[in-house]
DNA sequence: CCCCGCTGTGAACCATGGTTCATTTGTTCT
DNA sequence: AGAACAAATGAACCATGGTTCACAGCGGGG
């Protein structure tokens, strides 16, 4: 039985340790990298901000550990866009769609993880790594199926990134429409013009994009 | 005579708070946005620190400076090359292509002033927002002239400026070659892609982008 | 049932860096 | 030259916010 008590207490360790990360997860994506405060996302925890550093030995790795959970639920959401497709090229459009949709949806948390400037750098290149790599091997494979023409992938998966990145920062049309229509507008004008980018021809790009259900972040 | 005096003096002044905002701007080249302390600009300049103070009521104030300076002189920049080109479209190449070479050249500085989450934000956006609209003019121009196809060019103009940026930030490729020519081929690789984004033919943008002189940046 | 030790606490500590101000230094005008 | 005033100085001040630590509380094992 020993062994049994001893498991539950581990349980609940991780369980608040959980919490912790949850609580600074929300506080980025709420208020943006450089708003997390070791005594702030200890209060949304519900505990002291001295129990913070039995977890973590500092903030920089709370905050590492954050941006790795959240840098992890997005390329799951992509992820699941790509693979629910039917083929390369539409496999490619939805994970451009996706990706943007939820930049617009939430746009400290996509600067956190891409562009914010704030914190030692090394965490946040981890998630542009991976989601470069994952549009490298997504435009190779339309390469490969002759949806696209031949070019440098690595190259158009940055660039890509930062096209679409640029949304969420960039100019708000002063809107007459209500939000989620303008947001939903902003994303399909984005989409296309990357995917036009990559030398899809407009027509074709728009069947793509517009196929895309626009999803809830989370 | 004794305005001749009082005119030396304003001069002096005026000498040493642009040397202020010089060695401020040379910071943020060297070291980043981040990196700027008043303590560390006024050793640069040659003076006490309290000095700064009665030059600038705040270190934001003094930031602002700097970047509108910085943005002043790379909007010069853009605008010289778009002007010396022969028509719309190769002054829209123009305009990319130096754009690119100087963020290239100035990874720092580019960051600074278009992706650096440090900082009350205000001023970045200014240097964001001119560019776009110079951008998008310059895209609109080539529209009216029949050498790109129709589009959202505002939103275009936004994206593109994303798009090149990544450059800055994305993976160099592990250099075999010497530095200043993989610089020159990451320029030419992200212009390219951005003239096609716009929906210039591929053939046609490379003509373009390898007629611009790629400048020294200052 | 009580002791031990692990977990939680939060006030105090420390480092960083912007800002101030009493004092010193230099310049102008008579 | 000397009074008067502006400018420069830089050490001290203050605010912010991460980190520590001596202590309290609770739960599990004997």
Do not use: W
């Amino acid at each position: 039985m020993a062994y049994r008590r001893t498991e539950n207490v581990a349980r609940r360790l991780a369980a608040r340790r959980a919490a912790i990360v949850a609580a600074a997860c929300e506080t980025v994506v709420e208020e943006g990298l450089a708003a997390v405060q070791i005594v702030e996302v200890a209060a949304r925890a519900g505990i002291a901000a001295g129990t913070v550093y039995r977890y973590f030995p500092s903030k920089t790795e709370l905050v590492a550990a954050a941006l790795a959970a959240l840098g992890e639920r997005e390329m799951a959401a992509i992820e699941r866009a790509a693979r629910a497709a039917p083929g390369p090229l539409s496999a490619l459009a939805a994970a451009v769609t996706i990706f943007t949709a939820r930049a617009v949806a939430s746009p400290r948390l996509a600067i956190a993880l891409i562009a914010d400037g704030a914190q030692p750098a090394v965490v946040r290149n981890a998630y542009r790594a991976a989601l470069a790599a994952r549009f490298d091997e997504l435009i190779r494979n339309a390469i490969a199926a002759g949806r696209l023409p031949d070019q440098d992938a690595a190259m158009a998966a940055s660039a890509l990134i930062g096209a679409l990145s640029a949304g969420v920062v960039g100019p708000r049309p002063p809107a007459a429409a209500p939000e989620a229509t303008v947001a939903r507008a902003q994303v399909q004008s984005l989409a296309l013009f990357a995917l036009r980018a990559l030398g899809v021809v407009d027509a074709r790009a728009r069947g793509l994009v517009v196929q895309t259900v626009l999803p809830q972040p989370g």
